[in-house]
């Protein structure tokens, strides 16, 4: 069984960066496509990026585009979100997932086999 296991989430200013970062184990994790999603309060669940497993190909959120990195250390069995000029409506819990076909990107949440537990992040002005 795959574990996801997210951090570094906090309180940020709008404007600022924060790096999340997502530590897999019980899994192959080098052959997984990764996405990481966000849900904020009252919200669904919505797709942020995601990277394939040799870290080919890449997708984010329109709203996200240009802001956000995703990338992945297949050594490390770690995915990371790099997130900068961050905005209120980024506030919400960010969650890191794992797909067993690694070789295709999805941005449909239900195409993700394994889940982490989420982690905050909250942008004040």
């Given at each position: 069984q795959v574990q996801l296991v997210e951090s570094g989430g906090g309180l940020v200013q709008a404007g600022g960066s924060l790096r999340l970062s997502c530590s897999a184990s019980g899994g192959t994790f080098s052959s997984y496509t990764?996405?990481?999603?966000?849900?904020?309060?009252?919200?669904?669940?919505?797709?942020?990026?995601?990277?394939?497993?040799?870290?080919?190909?890449?997708?984010?959120a329109s709203s996200v585009k240009g802001r956000f990195t995703i990338s992945r250390d297949n050594a490390k069995n770690t995915v990371y979100l790099n997130m900068n000029n961050l905005k209120r409506e980024d506030t919400a819990v960010y969650y890191c997932a794992a797909r067993r076909q690694g070789w295709r990107l999805s941005t449909t949440s239900y195409e993700?086999?394994?889940w982490g537990q989420g982690t905050q992040v909250t942008v004040s002005s």
């Open positions: 990764m996405g990481w999603f966000r849900q904020a309060p009252g919200k669904e669940r919505e797709f942020v990026a995601a990277i394939t497993s040799c870290g080919s190909t890449r997708d984010y993700y086999d394994y």
